[in-house]
């Protein structure tokens, strides 16, 4: 789902980011290279979450044609495919944060560290490096 002029509801940066991101799993593969460190179909299936075979399909096709990740073959073993987060995508990280720490002041039940959320609020900059780095939570 290429967002071209043809196909965009409005102009709004709100509607275009909803239109790249698509919908809630989308956003937790994101959440899931990002934070988690997955990398294969076969570990977003083991997410809390339980998403759907053909979900986790499809939404990775749409992230993939919107630029957000992108694929190569594991050269470990040339059968498996590995999912990775493209600048587009790794540009989302401040999105996600600050989502999280959203959900932390109204969540009591968080599974988000004490420790990551204090990163998060105190030194942005430097957990957004770490991110990019290849963070896991």
């Given at each position: 789902m290429v967002c071209d002029e043809k196909k965009r509801r409005s102009k709004c940066p709100v509607t275009f980011a909803l239109d790249q991101l698509g919908d809630k799993w989308s956003l937790l593969i994101v959440r899931d290279l990002m934070f988690h460190g997955k990398r294969?179909?076969?570990?977003?299936?083991?997410?809390?979450?339980?998403?759907?075979?053909?979900?986790?399909?499809?939404?990775?096709?749409r992230l993939e044609a919107e630029g957000i990740i992108e694929k190569t073959r594991d050269p470990e073993n040339r059968r498996r495919v590995l999912y990775s987060l493209t600048d587009k995508g790794f540009d989302l990280t401040p999105l996600l944060m600050e989502m999280v720490l959203w959900?932390?002041?109204?969540?009591?039940?968080?599974?988000?560290?004490?420790?990551?959320?204090?990163?998060?609020?105190?030194?942005?900059?430097?957990?957004?490096?770490?991110?990019?780095?290849?963070?896991?939570?």
């Open positions: 294969t179909y076969g570990e977003f299936l083991e997410s809390d979450e339980g998403i759907a075979t053909n979900v986790l399909a499809d939404r990775l096709k959900s932390a002041k109204y969540d009591a039940d968080t599974a988000t560290p004490k420790a990551m959320l204090d990163r998060m609020e105190n030194d942005r900059a430097a957990f957004i490096q770490e991110v990019r780095e290849g963070m896991k939570i």
